[in-house]
């Protein structure tokens, strides 16, 4: 069993795709377990859509983004800089997981198994990416991951 982190997107405003690029610490991998996402200002509006969700791992990364440090969950590990893209996203890699939800209920998906848990190579990098909505949205997510050295 690894350590554990979140990494929080918090009051994020977008009318574009949205990703948060996880990068596995040297010599381990990063394994995803949790995902909640929703946003904040379309609530019971005309704005209701269905969006689609990517996770993809062993991406390439973007240039452009802001920095989130993820937090370390009862433990001392160090925390892992991760990006939030809304302007250049990341390129490539192989598509793990897919699917669509809609945008006033939000996403929330788990991954108890570790066998069936998306996750990178040692040293990978995993993208978690939200089509473009209609209209701006503001989104606020919780991603939790494993990292396993």
Not at 45 to 62: I, N, P
Not at 78 to 105: M, P, R, V, Y
Not at 112 to 132: H, Y
Request: proline share 4%.
């Amino acid at each position: 069993m690894g350590a554990y982190h979140n990494i929080l997107v918090s009051a994020t405003s977008t009318t574009t795709a949205i990703e948060v690029e996880i990068p596995a610490p040297s010599g381990a991998k990063v394994r995803l377990r949790k995902i909640k996402a929703g946003q904040s200002n379309r609530e019971g509006d005309a704005a209701a859509e269905m969006l689609a969700y990517f996770v993809t791992t062993e991406v390439t990364t973007s240039a452009g983004s802001t920095t989130v440090s993820s937090i370390p969950i009862a433990n001392r590990e160090s925390a892992i800089t991760c990006k939030i893209n809304t302007t250049q996203l990341s390129s490539g890699g192989t598509l793990q997981e897919t699917g669509t939800f809609h945008n006033q209920a939000g996403w929330l998906e788990e991954w108890p198994d570790v066998n069936l848990a998306p996750d990178t190579a040692i040293a990978g990098i995993m993208a978690i990416k939200i089509e473009a909505p209609a209209s701006s949205h503001t989104w606020y997510w919780t991603i939790t991951v494993e990292v396993e050295s």
